[in-house]
Structures are given as structure tokens and as C-alpha cells.
């Protein structure tokens, strides 16, 4: 089985015809909202690609948001999500210029809620079933060094998707199992670790640097539309391009590549074929707009791999 320990937000998006400036009111050219947050997003990818139940610790608020997200929660089949009462789930209002630059205010409300204790009584209950844990830094810096920590000792093979980049604790690191920054998460793990300016025209060498310097087993960088680049075990380089699609949008794509990457894992124990799903996953997902409305099924992906 397969778990997920993260975030879940609603997020508000609005389109603008350019950002507000202090004082003014404008009328939004588009508005949506969508169900979000990095941890929903992977564990909604893992439960709708396996269609199978699905561990998710998250935490939501007794709100109006909290109870339409149990039912999404419940249609989707995860289970281990903490309901709190008085608190507000998460939010994040998202204003994009007509340019596509976007500004964001999150409002992490019930997630900087979780607690060690919470972590516990995930573990107690699905350790016995849980193959691969699926983190992300969208929590409390201690509630994922604990739960880091945790996982290590119950060894639970670890996959962390280090995003945002900023509670990364590199004591952390010789924990995991594959490690999945995007590029701006690398250059900020590369530079903490080695002291060197990060050099994009050294990539393969610095991620190679990075791999000796830490005992993460595998790195895989994602690189948006140039794809991905992955250092294994025995430190042997491959590089990923990525499927070319119309993209329309590309939130949550690295959520979807990280949630199929992980599923297709258990599956095959194969890094390199779970890449490549992972890369066919996210890239289906930047062809509609939002971020849990974009993951695509099984069958699309396995379509989409066979033209
Ligand atoms: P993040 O959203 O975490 O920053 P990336 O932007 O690197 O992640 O995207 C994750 C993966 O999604 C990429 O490695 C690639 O496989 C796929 N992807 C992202 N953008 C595109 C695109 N425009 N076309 C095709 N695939 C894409």
C-alpha cells in the first residue's frame, strides 16, 4: 500500500487583467476553484491511476471546504484523514495576470495543525501495509522531520518531493529513497550542500556531486517541459525527455509525476519504467486545466503510451 503524508488546500483561482495594485478593485476576467494542495493532489493521483485505497494523513478543517473535501476524499477512496474541529482548511488564492505570472497567498489553516501524535497513529495503523511513503514540504518543518525520522526507523521506503524548497533540512536526506526536486529545488539543495554556486550549465556534474556529497539512493530533477534527469544507485546518469502535448496548464504536474512515479514503482520495482509512466501521467495533466481535475486515468495513460 501506498501512503501520503502532506497538504490539502481548496484552492481560488483568478485570472486577472493585470495584478491588483494597493487600494484598487477589479473584477476577475476568470475565477475557479479547485481541489489542491501537493499532498491531495499526489494521493488523488495514486487512488484514482490504482483504483485502489489509498493512506493519506492530511489534516481539514469542520468547514464548508471540509466537508465537500470528505466526500471527494471518500469518492476517492483515501482513508487516514484527520477532520478538525474549529479549524479552517487550507486555501490557497492563486491571481495570474493576463501575462500568465501569478502571485499567491496560501492560508495553510488546518494543515500547520498536524501534530506527532498524528503521525503516530497513521503509522500504528497502516505500517504493517504500507510499502512506500510519499512526502512533501507543505507541513510543519517539524511534522516532516518526524515524520522523515519515523519512517526511517519503521523502514518504510521513502520517497520526498522537497517542494517548497525551503524546509528541506539536508540532516534529512540520507533517509530517502529517491529524492524529486524541480530544478529550483535542486540549485537551493545543491548549494546548501556543497557551498558552490549552483551552475545550470553543469547540471549532470553537479547533480553527480550532490549524489556523492548524500546518501539519498536516487535523485530524479524534473525539468517542466525538457523532462527529467535521474542518477541511480551505482551513479549512472539518464536523462528523460518529456512527451510532447498541447500544454494548457501546467499546475499539479509534478504532483501528478510523483504520485504515478510512486505507483508504478510498487508495481514494477523499476525506476526507469516508473519515469517514463510518471512522464506520460504529468504530461496527460498539463493538457486540461486545474490541478485534481487534470490526473488522468490508467487507461489514458496506457492509450497515450501506445501512439
Ligand atoms: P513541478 O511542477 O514540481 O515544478 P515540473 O514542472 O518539472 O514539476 O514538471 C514535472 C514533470 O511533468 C516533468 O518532468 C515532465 O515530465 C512533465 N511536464 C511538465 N510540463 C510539461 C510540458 N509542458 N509538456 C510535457 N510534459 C511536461
Redesign the pocket.
Known amino acids: 500500500m501506498i501512503g501520503i503524508i502532506g497538504s490539502t488546500n481548496i484552492d481560488a483561482y483568478l485570472k486577472t487583467d493585470h495584478f491588483t495594485k494597493p487600494g484598487e478593485t477589479q473584477n476577475s476576467l476568470d475565477y475557479k476553484i479547485f481541489y489542491g494542495g501537493k499532498g491531495a493532489n499526489q494521493a488523488s493521483t495514486v487512488s484514482k491511476i490504482s483504483n485502489k485505497q489509498t493512506a493519506f494523513l492530511t489534516c481539514i478543517g469542520n468547514d464548508f471546504y471540509g466537508t465537500a473535501l470528505q466526500k471527494e476524499f471518500d469518492k476517492n477512496d483515501l482513508i487516514g484523514y484527520q477532520i478538525l474541529k474549529g479549524e479552517k482548511t487550507g486555501r490557497a488564492f492563486i491571481e495570474v495576470e493576463k501575462t500568465g505570472e501569478n502571485r499567491i497567498i496560501t492560508a495553510p489553516g488546518a494543515n500547520h495543525k498536524m501534530k506527532k501524535e498524528m503521525v503516530d497513529d497513521f503509522l500504528d495503523r497502516f505500517d504493517k501495509d504500507l510499502d512506500i511513503v510519499l512526502i512533501q514540504n507543505e507541513l510543519p518543518k517539524e511534522i516532516i522531520d518526524y515524520s522523515l525520522t519515523k519512517l526511517k526507523e519503521k523502514n518504510i521506503k521513502i520517497f520526498y518531493d522537497p ?1 517548497p524548497k525551503e524546509k528541506t533540512d539536508l540532516s534529512n536526506l540520507e533517509h530517502i529513497f529517491v529524492l524529486t526536486p ?1 530544478l529550483n529545488e535542486f540549485s537551493y539543495i545543491y548549494e546548501k550542500t556543497t557551498n558552490k554556486k549552483y551552475d545550470e550549465n553543469k547540471l549532470k556534474d553537479q547533480l553527480l556531486e550532490l549524489k556523492e556529497k548524500t546518501k539519498i539512493e536516487n535523485i530524479i530533477i ?4 525538457k ?2 534527469l535521474y542518477i541511480n544507485q551505482n551513479k549512472e546518469i539518464n536523462e528523460f525527455g ?2 510532447k ?1 498541447e ?1 494548457v496548464d ?1 499546475t499539479a ?2 504532483d501528478v ?1 510523483n504520485g504515478t512515479l510512486v505507483l508504478e514503482f510498487l508495481e514494477t520495482e523499476d525506476l526507469r519504467k516508473s519515469i517514463k509512466k510518471a ?1 506520460a501521467a ?2 496527460l495533466s ?1 493538457t486540461k486545466i486545474g490541478a485534481q481535475t487534470s490526473i488522468p486515468t490508467m487507461e489514458e495513460i496506457d492509450e497515450f503510451l501506445k501512439n
Not at 524534473?222 to 517541459?225: P, W, Y
Open positions: 517542494a524541480n524534473t525539468l517542466g517541459k523532462g527529467s518529456a512527451f502535448v500544454a501546467t504536474s509534478g509525476f512522464s504529468a504530461a498539463t
